[in-house]
């Protein structure tokens, strides 16, 4: 009697110590991991950039933005410094001014439209002329024809401007801008087109995406979803590179982090692929 | 909300109106001290500072759609002062209510889709989720290979027919016979890492609530904590939901996320302008999920993780103007649900354009 | 009143006296409750991420447990069922203790059932009237329910029949109309907590392995088998170390129930195992995750066959007579491989595979925590408590021992 009394003393005494021991260690460990997290949230990426990768994609945040919620206009990844978010979508955006008019089920919802400003970003790079500070006819000369030729500038947009691969040969950059008004492109009956509105031209051959971009199904549009509110609209450069379009369609870019293993997986090396029918 | 339901509910306001106030008097004294032990501290927020801690009005609160306009006043007006104290700056909790005529709808293409991931973050940033443990995510990537990446060619021709001793069964093994191909949750990958995507041959699906017509979540929740509003979207009451998880069980879509622990959410990252229903920070133990931005799109913007995707893969607007993206969508694309023989009916449409 | 108090008196003095074995079975039990106490606290003040559950396996062991102890509750309607149905008069004279064991689970799942939950501190919401019960439609608002009453009827079934006896009152003839009819209740509630809680985990299409229409049935025999086999561990020991009369006869008749139902167990099994692996279809891929593994997880392939050869084991031994009548060796020895076979199978089998793959093709792991495990075995060590106490005390009266006349005069003594 007095025998068992003692050994299950002890053997409580025992238990009770392991766990305490255990539990404790435990607690440690957790504690350890929340400290290395909070050091983690560092200060907020400043200069992000929208859907591709490329200067004039850019865009600065600015803090205090939306003054009611103390909105930044965005907020960017800390990992890929991407734009994630939006506090004010039309920041820095200007009317896209006039659309034609399609009289059928494509008619766009123009009414309340802004584009970010793409002839703003060429003056602000090269001076108040743009384009023509060089291209003025004078430090540059018009071009005589629109025939294809090889091109001691401008490697950095194309190459080789021999091998321009925009329609596969079939055309040549003075098919798109303006020989005589760089800080414009042209449509081939000649009439000059706004760098904000590449649509106009581009549609002339696409006309299949360009309908499809007017209803609001091809492209992006961010602000409002209500019919005549207002829009942000990604016009086709902002996402297409029309030099290098047969080279790379797209620049791949760099994912943002994968969400964290399920408590209790050390890996998801299971995730294999071709392994189905077991 | 459809009418049948908005009347159960207001049959059954008067009643409990009146019996929790009896029983927040008989209890104000119990519970005080059980409400002050469920709020552990948090180092990133201020907690110290008694107006952020859950008050017994707040614990007695009843469902928010069964209250009356002043208590919905009165509810709003608390957690205000309790987030704003919490994160040191001022937050808006609106109630705004869904607008008329309109019923939301979102289509998907998964031919676009890079499996940047973006959007996850977005939402993410939008919507006050835990960062860490528990880290919530709205939206899950799916990436899964094309067509033509489990077949190779050298094995083509070793595919053969399993023989018996009666002669051929007509079943094919060997080679590429068991090899998947394309659209398969099977073989998908959700914790992919890759150093730039598109990864070739493959394809990305993000799949979040898809806002069922016929939730099977609401049928399951045994409060009615979650239910769906007139717009259609499926929305949960974190103050009304006693974390049984039913819900989450019967999601088809690993929609659901629950706070296993208190959220991590730190002040500066918390985004201060809320909606009771939406994005307004939770408590621990309560289930969460995409409400397809409520604070945001009750107000007529757009949901967050559109206004991230850098491709322009989602679509987002109302299901009964005609002129809408995700109108048009489904009118001129060949769209399908996700898990179709779910039956539940979903207002999230996948299109491969 | 005062017979009631001193009912409650005698029979809480009673139940808690006993020689030291049975104080060191307590203070076993104590051991637990101490621990469980903490680590309960840091669940409640930390929440359920002290736990192994993530939102890929959402259920933890609490619900795996409380999936068990229905299975018990339920099977205890077998202790009451031969005594009223088919009027077995050693049967009905035990019936009682059946109504405990059923009363003591019933109480210890809902126990369960409250760690499971994320919000314990908001239950009242589900009560109707102050709260919003959502009524028919959730599954759980139907199991809260069933439990709920099943709990009230076997305890007012309880302390009615013990109030009675303790008085002398208690005449199996004279036995009043409307309690039979409680009693009856009682039988038929049994299954039913079974049945809705088998249409819980049912109800989620999402989950093909509790998509089946076999799974009452799995239930039911289950229950069948480990309940009887805990029922059987019970009376052997309360016969070798009570007064109390317990015939071999009644031993047989547990005993045939188990295997009987273990027989059934294995058609259920085999028809779900034959329906599913046949076709091959997506919803084989969670069976052949448990059977199997899937790419390298395999945690819970060693438990499924060493589960499924448990029962096999178990049903093959009890087809000899040797075994069934082995009272004190082999039938307690196949007993407690039933019971605990059973209640791992739920965790292990039922519920942690079952989420894999989830509906996004995930495949996951559970790794039962340590606050988690003493939590569990927190919830069981206060069901065995209750329910050493109260049979303790039932078998006082049960054995004469506990009457009102003697007692009320050694109660003025002791005052």
Redesign the interface.
Known sequence: ?DC??KS?KIV?LV??GF?VG??SA?NIAHSA??KQ??AQ?AQPVTDCF???LGGYSSVTRVENAVPK???PNI?C?QT?D?????GD?FAGTIPMGEMPKINDTTQG?FANAVVKSREAHLMNFLGPDGCKTCHDGKIVPYPKNKKPRLLGMHQDIVENSLNLMHGRGAMWCLDCHSATNRNKLVDRHGNEISFNQPQKLCGTCHGENYI?WR?????????????G?KKRW?VCTE?HNPHTVQITR?N??????????????KN??????????? | MSKEIIEELNEAKDVQQGRREFLKNVCVSSVAGLVATATPAEAVVDATNPDADVTVEEFFQGHFILMSDEEKKQAIARLEKRYSAKYGKKTTVSDVEAPDGVLFGYALDIGKCIGCRRCVHACVKENNQSRHDPEVQWIQVMKMPKGNISFSADQLDKGYPEKSEFGDYGVQVGGNAYKTAGFSTEDAQNYYQDDLVPEKDFFYMPVQCQQCEKPPCVKACPVRATFRDHAGVVLIDYNWCIGCRMCQLACPYQARHFNWGEPNLPAEEMNPKTHYFGNRPRMRGVMEKCTFCVQRTREGRDPACMEACPVGARKFGNLLDPDSDVRRVLATKRVFRFKEEAGTYPKFFYYIG | MKTALSFAMDFGSYAIKGGSKYYAWLLFLAFFILVGSYTAYQQLTEGLILTGATDQVTMESFFANFIFTAHIAAAAVLVVAPGYLYHRKDMKELAVLGEIVAMVFVATGITFILFHMGRPDRTWHMIPGIGFLNFPNSMLSFDTIVLNVYLFLNLFGVVYILYKKYNGTFHEKEMSRWFTAIVFLAIGWGPLIHIVTAFVLASNSRISPWDTAVLPFAFLTMAGASGPALIVLIFLLIRKTTKLVIGDPVIDLMTTIIAWSLGILMLVFAAEIFTVLYSGTEHAASMKFSMFGHNGLNMFVPWFWVIMGALVGSFAALLFRKVRHSYNLLLPLVCFVVFAAILLEKPMILVFPAFSPSPLGEYTEYHVTLVEFFNVLLVWALGFLFLTLILKGAIGILTGEVRHDKSSASSQVGA
Request: include cysteine; glycine fraction near 14%.
């Open positions: 009697m068992l009394h299950s409580v238990m009770c766990l255990g539990l435990y991991e929340d997290d909070e949230s929208e859907s591709r919620y103390g909105y907020k990844s890929t991407a734009v994630l978010w939006y979508p919802d499809d209803a609001g199904i091809h492209g992006k549009r961010i602000g409002s979803w209500a019919k509110g990604w996402c797209f791949r870019l760099k994912p943002e982090p994968r969400p964290a293993l399920p408590r209790g997986m998801a090396d299971y995730e294999r692929v071709g392994d189905g029918g077991h």
